[in-house]
């Protein structure tokens, strides 16, 4: 080993110590009051969407397959009100959250931080409170501003091209961390839980090469897992101890040599991820939300519809043309209509929006009038060197009257740069509970009511029997 390298790998050494103490020791009076408000805003839609995926793909069947998992009534299935094993329960949950790709993320570092973590930590505790060890508000909160610091500052750190699903991979990361905050641990009980997350983590990009609903899966995967990381701690079963950094850690095996720790603390130092947080107002790949506010937007600014449209050339990173820039096909599965730009596009130009009910309904998804539009859409990758770099977009339009409209996208709707209103983060959640269907009238209200003052409740499971459906 040279003496520079040796340098790097102190250097390197020295921030992951900084991440660990900074999660470990950071009290909730330490934050600041944005992260707070964030987290609350952030939390009900993580509600909304975890509802409203109920009607995720194949879910019945999941369901029933995880009977045979085990029994027990430790947290709660969302809508079904089924009570089950908190991994179980876990599991289930994130793959809610994520099946309608409508859950909340950081642009920066191209993930869904939220899904892992507020299945995970919901089921941790509801298995608290059912032993009688309620978890504050505060202390709800002070876990998921810090579990989503230590999941987004690995992909923070990456200048590779995503090859492992970061969301699943990352956020277990961060799902165990913060239930490892409510458990009381130090940094070392941190380092251990790390230890035993990466032993289990999993999750690849293959599932969203082929629009497959294992991408789904692979949140609830390690959702289950961050709870028995922390329960092998509680055991004082030993892991790893250099998860990160190991000959075999997390960035070797993951990122390679492309990755820089200094760049994702700098962002760490500057706030906390929490403030920097995006919504997805669209349920399809967050890489179409810029193409679809440009069109729509353009739409209503030049009064011009689907049918007046010759040509779209749509310019983009290499992140957007790799991950949304497949072909159109004839009759897409839902999952693959969503991460698909031509079809995604020519949706918002026929109907002004895209919904969930657009993904769901066999007419749509086949229809030739759309996939004909679909075809209208070309992609041009530009010649952006950053692998994960989502922004500038260009979107062309040009009109069968020879005029046309363009836009240079800097940031996609939803990015904290480009927020959507408080107004409309309810009003999506309110969609959603309206999507679920079969809940009582007043959950919404309810769910609204106990997030905005959820730093007041002593037992934040509390708001889970306002997410479960009347009986049929």
């Known amino acids: 080993m040279t003496i520079e390298t040796a340098s790097k790998s102190d250097e390197e050494n020295a921030i992951i110590e900084w991440l660990l103490t900074r999660v470990a020791e950071t009290s909730y009076e330490d934050l600041p009051d944005r992260a707070i408000e964030k987290t609350k805003t952030f939390l009900l839609d993580t509600f909304g969407v975890g509802v409203a995926g109920c009607h995720g793909f194949g879910l019945d069947r999941i369901r029933d397959l995880t009977r045979a998992w085990g029994q027990g009534d430790e947290a709660t299935v969302w809508v079904s009100g089924e009570r089950v094993p908190a991994p179980t329960a876990a599991f289930l949950n994130g793959y809610q959250i994520h099946s309608l790709e409508f859950d909340c993320l950081c642009d920066e570092a191209v993930m869904h931080p939220m899904a892992t973590m507020m299945s995970a930590v919901m089921a941790h505790v509801e298995r608290r409170s059912h032993a009688g060890r309620p978890v504050s508000g505060q202390d709800l909160i002070r876990a998921v501003v810090l579990g989503i610091d230590l999941a987004v500052f690995l992909g923070l750190a990456s200048r590779q091209r995503l090859r492992f699903f970061r969301p699943a991979t990352a956020g277990g990361f961060g799902a165990a961390a913060a239930i490892s905050l409510l458990e009381g641990f130090d940094r070392e009980g941190l ?71 200094q760049e994702a603390k700098d962002f760490l ?39 007046d449209v010759e040509r779209v050339v749509l310019t983009m990173p290499s992140l957007v043309y790799r991950l949304m820039g497949r072909p159109d096909v004839p009759e897409p599965e839902p999952n693959y209509a969503k991460l698909c730009l031509p079809f995604v596009s ?15 309904s066999r007419d749509i998804l086949n229809d030739p009038a759309t996939h004909a539009l679909a075809g209208r859409v070309e992609m041009v990758q530009d010649e952006n060197p ?87």
Do not use: W
Request: negative net charge.
């Open 386 to 472: 950053d692998e994960n770099a989502m922004m500038p977009q260009r979107i062309e339009v040009y009109l069968s009257d020879g005029t046309s409209h363009d836009v240079l996208l800097t940031a996609a709707i939803g990015h904290p740069d480009k927020p959507l209103s408080e107004e409309r983060n309810v009003e999506k959640f309110l969609a959603c509970l309206r999507y679920a269907g079969r809940l009582p009238e007043e959950s919404a209200a309810r769910v609204i009511e106990a997030v905005k003052t959820i730093e007041n409740c002593p037992d934040v499971a509390q708001i889970v029997p306002f997410l479960v459906a009347l009986p049929d």
């Open 346 to 360: 020519a949706l918002a130009m026929r109907f002004g929006d895209v919904t969930i009910e657009h993904f769901l």
């Open 269 to 307: 130092e500057a706030h906390h991820v929490m403030e920097r947080m995006a919504h997805k107002p669209f349920p399809s790949g967050r890489l179409t939300h810029g193409t679809i506010d440009a069109l729509t937007t353009l739409m209503s600014e030049h009064g011009f519809g689907a049918s």
């Open 191 to 261: 380092r251990q839980a790390m230890g035993h997350q990466y032993g289990q983590m999993c999750g690849t990009m293959q599932a969203h090469v082929e629009g497959s609903p294992q991408l789904g899966l692979q949140i609830g995967y390690n959702a289950r897992a961050a709870l028995i990381s922390v329960d092998m701690v509680k055991a004082a079963i030993p892991a790893p101890k250099q998860a990160f950094l190991g000959e075999h850690g997390y960035f070797r095996l993951v990122e390679g040599d492309a990755y820089d720790l």
